[in-house]
């Protein structure tokens, strides 16, 4: 950006040529070295004076009336510079000028009434005297190639180099001066409380709603690790009535509700949620229930419980309790015996989940969270700032209330203040053929099946010939899977004991699914090598092998029937 500025700010810039000439103190000639030397003092304190008569306005008022310039003396000044350099005789005159052979013309003429002015000064007042210094003309005025003014190239360096520090410097300022909560790391570091999760930001789940978004498995995946961090947060006495409230209104508090609740159901166990929010009731509109009926009913008495219980999702497990009508008194319910009542009249093993109004507002989260077990604070990435969580977290403190935990809501999955959320799920290992074919994820792509049968040349769609070979592959892939189980089976029915009284151990179709009686078998024919054991089993491991005779593919059995095969073999 300040490349870009100071860029635009030489493109505005008038140009300008500037044009260099010098004289020289000249003393004639010297018979003598004294003669010599005294001309050279003298001549070098002459030219102290030369330089006050160059920049004087008598001479910038000869200059002008000689070349006829439409400029005052005083303009024409300030584009002439007269220099000294140290330790010598010379003059060294520079003018500008709009155009290169106006700024040569310049330094020409000032050089030349320069010239005159000081011979008129040497000369005495009468003209009639005879100087013995002169100023002759070293270089006379250059023709300049290139403008002098404005530098394109270091103006921009300069600006690139300023925009950095001041972008450097903006950023330090805002960092430090910044007061917003951005991740897990700043709330950490502001309170003493463990951020119990943070779930990052959805945007369908924000345009949508819980009830009418799809799965996100990144959401899904935080709000299970919150689930987790809430059930052992004390392993003994877990908190079975939670508060979820926050400091301000668009925090995302009945959003976390309603994901914590379903992830709550879906690990078995029974919750009820209950939008305790009778000012601003959201959690039926979220869900998409009815909120004709509901918590303002039970407190007052118009209903039961169970007439107001909504289930919702397909677990069984969560019941929802919506808020109903709005009350004209929301705070005097809010803290009354018929709602705490309520709150632990669910049977022991039940979780209720209470969303409340938020606490800078209103007072009715701070009431409720001294008759529970706790509250967890939702803070929004990016707009709480450290001061709104702290008066909040203050007013509970005031009525004692216990803070379970922090939830830090829309993290940004990218940019520099985004969690890690680099999970991914899908099936590369090759499963075996006894467990069946592996789950695909709800992410997995078409590819892999345009992989196993490969599209016609023309209309993408396989030809008569390709079908029945496609058809044949998947029979002959059946057929040793069949086989291999069959073979379980008759294993699974072979006698225990021979009639030479040999023992052999058998395997029920349950016992062994991961192959932990290999061993055993392994063991077993070991033992039939030597001596007459090879004689006695051997009756036996014919009569379990004899099924396996037609299987070659050992890698398809399963591994009851590799068992078997290997204590054959021995």
């Keep these: 950006m300040g490349a870009g500025l100071a860029f635009g700010w030489t493109l505005l810039q008038p140009t300008v040529y500037t044009s260099t000439g010098s004289v020289i103190v000249s003393t004639g000639a010297a018979e003598t070295l004294a003669e010599a030397l005294v001309a050279e003092n003298y001549a070098a304190a002459r030219v102290t004076s030369y330089l006050d008569v160059a920049k004087s306005r008598g001479l910038a008022e000869d200059v002008v009336d000689e070349m006829e310039l439409d400029e005052s003396p005083d303009t024409v000044l300030t584009r002439i510079t007269v220099a000294n350099p140290l330790d010598t005789a010379v003059l060294r005159i520079s003018a500008t000028g709009p155009s290169p052979e106006a700024a040569r013309e310049l330094t020409q003429g000032w050089i030349t009434g320069l010239t005159a002015k000081v011979a008129e000064l ?188 909504q289930p919702y999702g397909d677990t069984g497990n969560l019941q929802v309790m919506s808020a109903g009508p709005i009350p004209p008194n929301p705070s005097e319910l809010i803290g009354s015996n018929a709602l705490r009542t309520l709150l632990y009249s669910f049977p022991q093993h039940t979780t209720v989940l209470v969303d409340t109004p938020p606490l800078l507002p209103v007072t009715d989260a701070a009431i409720l969270t001294v008759h529970t077990d706790g509250a967890v604070m939702v803070a929004r990435a990016g707009r709480t700032t450290t001061d709104m969580l702290d008066r909040a977290l203050r007013a509970l403190e005031r009525v004692n209330g216990r803070v379970l935990g922090i939830v830090l809501d829309a993290v940004p999955q990218h940019g520099p203040h985004r969690d890690v959320y680099a999970y991914g799920y899908g099936y590369t290992a090759k499963v075996a053929d006894e467990f069946g074919p592996p789950a695909v994820s709800d992410s997995a792509s078409a590819d892999d099946d345009d992989d196993e049968v490969p599209a016609g040349p023309t209309d993408g769609k396989a030809t008569g010939d390709e079908a029945e070979v496609a058809e044949e592959r998947a029979t002959d892939a059946d057929e040793p899977a069949e086989d291999a189980h069959e073979a379980a089976e008759d294993a699974d029915e072979a006698p225990e004991a021979t009639e030479d009284g040999a023992t052999v151990p058998t395997l029920a179709p349950d016992d062994d699914p991961d192959g932990d009686d290999l061993p055993a078998l392994e063991e077993l024919s070991q033992d039939a090598d030597d001596g007459p054991e090879r004689e006695k089993l051997g009756p036996a491991l014919e009569q379990i092998a004899a099924s396996l005779e037609d299987i070659d593919d050992e890698d398809k059995m399963p591994v009851r029937a590799r068992s078997a095969r290997a204590a054959k073999d021995a």
Excluded: W
Excluded at 155 to 164: D, K, N, S, T, Y
Excluded at 174 to 195: K, N, W, Y
Excluded at 281 to 302: C, F, Q
């Design 122 to 309: 040497e000369s005495g007042a009468d003209g009639t005297g005879e100087s013995i210094v002169a100023l002759q003309t070293l270089d006379s005025g250059n023709l300049p190639s290139s403008p002098s003014s404005p530098n394109t190239k270091l103006m921009v360096a300069i600006g690139l180099v300023l925009g950095l520090a001041a972008g450097v410097a903006y950023s330090i300022i805002r960092a430090s001066m910044d007061r917003h909560m951005r991740s897990a790391d700043d709330v950490e570091r502001a309170f003493s409380l463990p951020v119990i999760g943070a779930l990052p930001y959805v945007g369908a789940l924000a345009k949508s709603g819980p009830s009418r978004s799809v799965p996100d498995p990144l959401m899904n995946e935080a709000v299970r690790e919150l689930r987790t961090n809430l059930q052992y947060m004390s392993v003994d006495d877990p908190p079975r009535v939670i508060v979820i409230t926050s400091a301000l209104p668009g925090d995302g508090k009945s959003t976390v509700s309603c994901k914590l609740a379903e992830a709550l159901a879906q690990s078995d166990r029974k919750v009820v949620l209950i939008d305790a929010d009778l000012r601003r009731p959201k959690l039926a509109a979220n869900l998409g229930l009815s909120n004709d009926a509901g918590l303002t009913d039970v407190l007052v008495g118009r209903a039961n419980v169970e007439d107001v219980l």
